[in-house]
């Protein structure tokens, strides 16, 4: 049995679109609901404003928790180092 405790959370929301199959925009995905994306921590219970946008959501899934662990006041690495 593997016990897995959750310490954050990246919601993510792909939103509806379609690609461009034809034209100069061949390739390009139109979006009739943008995606979004919003990250929440749970030890320290930050919640990251919602980030909209397919640029901008890519970034901020490959990025947040990352991100937010550097200065999370809940992360072990925080506490270690004070212990250490
Ligand atoms: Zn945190």
Same mark, same amino acid.
């Given at each position: 049995?593997i016990t897995?405790?959750?310490?954050? &959370? ?20 139109t979006y ?18 919602? &980030? *909209?946008?397919?640029? %901008? ?5 490959? *990025? %947040?928790? *990352?991100?937010?662990? %550097? ?5 072990p690495t ?7």
């Amino acid at each position: 049995m593997i016990t897995t405790q959750v310490a954050d &959370v990246l919601f993510v929301d792909c939103g509806d679109g379609y690609e461009i199959k034809h034209g100069d925009r061949a390739g390009q995905i139109t979006y009739t609901r943008q995606p979004r994306a919003r990250y929440e921590c749970l030890r320290c219970h930050h919640a990251s404003p919602v &980030v *909209t946008g397919p640029t %901008a959501v890519a970034h901020f899934t490959a *990025t %947040a928790r *990352t991100d937010h662990r %550097a200065t999370c006041p809940g992360h072990p690495t925080q506490q270690g180092a004070q212990a250490a």
